[in-house]
């Protein structure tokens, strides 16, 4: 199981000017349309239910990415789940891989709380944190 990322372990890494997501960090944001109404700067948004067909592509494009951080609104199901249905993938391609390939070094990790637990944190103190937010649509969820 992937082990959780705080909020605040990960606003370091986002407000830090010297880092980018998809390069020193990739945030995988597995809401569905909910995504429209708020998320956190860089983040790609994948689904839940299409994490089985996209793994293999995510890990194609972003296997340099020494951090990947999965989340939900909450993420205590879809956000675990899709963070252990990606290690299981990375996992079967280590098993075939050269010993130095990059994947052996990423961590993959949980937002702790998820989004819903990212907007509390920091919409009022750090709303920058937070792109597209669209407060009349939130109150809605």
Avoid at 98 to 106: E, V
Wanted: glycine content about 6%; proline content about 6%.
């Amino acid at each position: 199981m992937a082990s959780f990322i705080s909020a605040q372990e990960l606003a370091q890494l986002v407000r830090d000017p010297t880092k980018t997501a998809g390069t020193d960090y990739l945030v995988v944001d597995v809401r569905d349309s909910d995504f429209a109404v708020g998320h956190i700067p860089g983040a790609l948004n994948v689904p839940a239910h299409d994490m089985y067909a996209k793994a293999g592509s995510i890990i194609d494009t972003y296997s340099h990415v020494p951090l990947v951080v999965f989340h939900c609104m909450l993420s205590q199901q879809r956000g675990p789940k899709a963070a252990r249905i990606y290690k299981e993938t990375v996992d079967g391609r280590l098993k075939v891989s050269a010993p130095n390939d990059p994947l052996f070094a990423q961590s993959v990790r949980v937002l702790d709380r998820g989004f819903g637990g990212w907007v509390d944190s920091f919409l009022k103190t750090e709303p920058n944190l937070i792109s597209n937010f669209d407060q009349e649509m939130w109150d809605t969820l």
